[in-house]
């Protein structure tokens, strides 16, 4: 992983087979640290040399199958049980639970989490409130939910860094971080700026 020093890039992915790739991409920039170098992912032979990836949210039936049919499923997952660090949002995070309701299979198989898809209701009933979560400074943040999935339980090394009504919307386990909101939905740069600082302490 990324020592955190020197002039050496630090190489983050976002996976840009479907979904809000672009905003995250944006936000990332935004922080304007110099070394930062954003890549967007859309084959195996992509992920190489990476420091660390976002899985965006989306569709996460379509980025399943995606994710199949590049022959990316197992060089990710393998990736990811080896240390890279990884942030799910929203579909990301589904695509990284270990358990998901009504269906057999998960797709990377890495989180010890179990989600419910639209646990907060259709996309008519999207919402936006306000967070307090433990690594991100300041203010309470701004969060946008969209068709967000719900985690209904946890494995024992899974952190929870933010709860609204009780409820699990941001977790941390080793080198895995899901929300369940779209912080690239926002012009909050904080969660990002948490990721990057995430991915230089590992």
């Keep these: 992983m990324h020592s955190g020093g020197g002039s050496k890039p630090l190489i983050i992915g976002v996976l840009a087979l479907q979904g809000g ?24 032979g992509e992920l190489e040399g990476l420091d660390g990836i976002i899985l965006p949210g989306g569709e996460s039936t379509a980025q399943g199958l995606l994710l199949e049919h590049f022959g990316m499923v197992e060089p990710l997952r393998q990736l990811i049980r080896d ?17 998901v309701e009504g269906q057999a299979v998960s797709v990377l198989d890495c989180m010890d989490i179990t989600v419910r898809r639209n646990w907060y209701g259709s996309q008519l009933e999207s919402f936006i409130t306000e967070i307090a979560m433990e690594g991100i400074p300041g203010d309470l943040a701004e969060v946008v939910f969209i068709r967000a999935p719900g985690v209904v339980s946890t494995g024992v090394d899974v952190e929870v860094l933010a709860s609204v009504l009780g409820q699990p919307v941001a977790c941390r386990q080793r080198n895995m971080i899901v929300t369940a909101f779209h912080p690239e939905l926002t012009e909050d740069t904080r969660f990002h700026r948490f990721f990057i600082d995430h991915v230089l302490s590992l």
């Design 21 to 44: 790739n672009l905003e995250h991409a944006a936000l990332l920039d935004r922080l304007g640290l110099p070394n930062l170098q954003v890549t967007a992912i859309r084959s195996a």
């Design 83 to 99: 240390g890279l660090p990884v942030w799910g949002t929203c579909a990301g995070m589904i695509l990284l639970a270990k358990g």
